[in-house]
């Protein structure tokens, strides 16, 4: 049987006509000549962290794992292959006392497929890992390997989708390793709401958590600490991250998925054991966490200033519907991004993430937000779930047609096109 490639979310899946693992950008261009010289189409994948059908391609399929390692470090910089990991980078450059400035919640993806999507996390000063981007080498569909660090093929191509070629390496600026001061604690959402512009404007990094049903966040700040560490025990990291946003986590959404009228005493029940916590650890392991329940998502982008506006219509609208959603809404920042694609191109912006379990999927809750985020210029992750299609986007993102123009001229015969491409790309 032929090999299938399915996602994280178990909701996307293919069977191309031949996978392949290049270990080299002179064998990801054979792939693309080959693909070309047999009219196949071609796309490299990566750990399937994508809710959409971004990654998928009915061609040649290149997996990531043979395409990995840090390759140079030095300057400021760190270039590493396209495919290796997040996980495996923060921990080399950690053994080398460096960082990368942010990232988001997992580490999991591959270097490439997380900034092809724009990958982002939290941050008041600095965005997401597409804006960390200092260069690129990438093959192009003539087969041609080339790199980018500055002009519209690196503007364009470092939220690429995947669509103006095959990266083969990206270096990212690094900064010297460095510690955060992460302090949680239940808010109420109304507080949050009035106080949105101090909170945002006075950390480094703002998140927080929703919790539908209820008045309850638990809000996150990281902020840069001289030290010393003061990381959790191994006892209270385990009942955090893995037993209580996991096991238990997990457990409360499989009875929710059973009994749905149970949804709001479970999350009143979740709010009130939510407690404040302070520590301090190495960057990137405050910045991340382990996700082990299974979930649907839906996250949009909208101009900072319209986040209050866009909760309050998201809190209303689950009421008004009685929706029964166990799984937190999470709200994140970031400033303004020169990447052409980027979700948070040219605006200070506010993301907005709907999860649902994957069990149990909602998909009028997904549409009901969507209606709200789109009124409100919000700007789907090109990795989440979403209904926009070239139209919609070409009216919220300015250099939409100048990104659409350089694929014409890249890739005239769509050698890296796929369905998804062809709905958001047109
Ligand atoms: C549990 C979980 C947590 C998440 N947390 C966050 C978060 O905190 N913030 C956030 O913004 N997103 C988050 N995401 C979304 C995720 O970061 C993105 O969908 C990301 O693109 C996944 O990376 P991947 O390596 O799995 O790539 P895939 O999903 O496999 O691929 C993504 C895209 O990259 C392309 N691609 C991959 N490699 C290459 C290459 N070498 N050259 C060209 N194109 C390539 C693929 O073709 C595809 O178009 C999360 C997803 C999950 C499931």
Not at 84 to 96: A, K, M, S, Y
Not at 174 to 203: G, Y
Not at 380 to 396: E, F, I, M, N, Q
Request: proline share 6%; glycine share 8%; hydrophobic share 40%.
């Amino acid at each position: 049987m032929k090999p299938v490639f399915r996602n994280w979310a178990g909701n996307q899946s293919v069977t191309p006509a031949e996978v392949r693992s290049p270990s080299s950008a002179a064998e990801v261009a054979q792939a693309v000549r080959d693909a070309a010289a047999r009219g196949q189409r071609v796309r490299m994948v990566g750990t399937g962290h994508s809710f959409t059908g971004v990654a998928l391609t009915d061609g040649i399929l290149l997996r990531p794992e043979a395409l990995t390692g840090v390759q140079e470090i030095g300057d400021g910089r760190v270039r590493v292959a396209a495919g290796t990991p997040l996980r495996v980078l923060n921990e080399e450059l950690d053994r080398r006392g460096l960082a990368l400035a942010n990232m988001g919640d997992i580490t999991e993806q591959t270097v490439a497929g997380a900034i092809q999507t724009g990958t982002h996390g939290t941050g008041r000063d600095v965005g997401g890992l597409a804006d960390q981007v200092v260069e690129l080498e990438m093959v192009l569909a003539d087969g041609s390997i080339v790199t980018a660090s500055e002009g519209d093929l690196f503007d364009a191509a470092r939220v690429g989708l995947g669509a103006l070629g095959v990266l083969t390496a990206v270096t990212f600026r690094v900064e010297p390793a460095f510690l955060l001061r992460s302090v949680r604690r239940p808010m109420a959402l109304s507080e949050i709401l009035s106080t949105l512009d101090e909170l945002t404007a006075d950390n480094e990094h703002l998140d927080f958590f929703w919790l539908p049903h209820t008045d309850t966040c638990l809000a996150k700040t990281n902020n840069r600490s001289p030290g010393p560490a003061d990381p959790p025990g191994a006892f209270k990291h385990w009942l955090d991250n893995v037993f209580l946003e996991n096991t238990l986590f997990g457990a409360l959404c499989a009875v929710g998925g059973r009994v749905p009228a149970a949804i709001p005493t479970l999350n009143a029940i979740s709010a009130s054991a939510l407690s404040a916590s302070t520590h301090t650890d190495t960057a990137y392991k405050v910045f991340t966490s382990v996700r082990t329940v299974r979930f649907l998502e839906m996250e949009y982008a909208v101009p900072r200033e319209r986040l209050g506006q866009a909760l309050r219509e998201t809190r209303d609208l689950i009421e008004l519907n009685d929706w029964r959603i166990t799984f937190p809404i999470e709200v994140r920042v970031t400033p303004p991004s020169d990447a052409w694609l980027s979700t948070a191109h040219g605006r200070d912006s506010a993301y907005i993430a709907c999860h649902i379990y994957r069990p149990t999927p909602n998909p009028a809750y997904f549409e009901g937000v969507e209606e709200i985020m789109t009124r409100l210029s919000g700007r789907p992750h090109w990795g989440k779930l979403h209904t926009r299609d070239a139209a919609y986007l070409s009216t919220v993102y300015p250099r939409f047609g100048d990104f659409t123009a350089l694929r014409d001229e890249l890739d005239p015969h769509r050698l890296f096109a796929n369905d998804y491409l062809d709905t958001v790309l047109g």
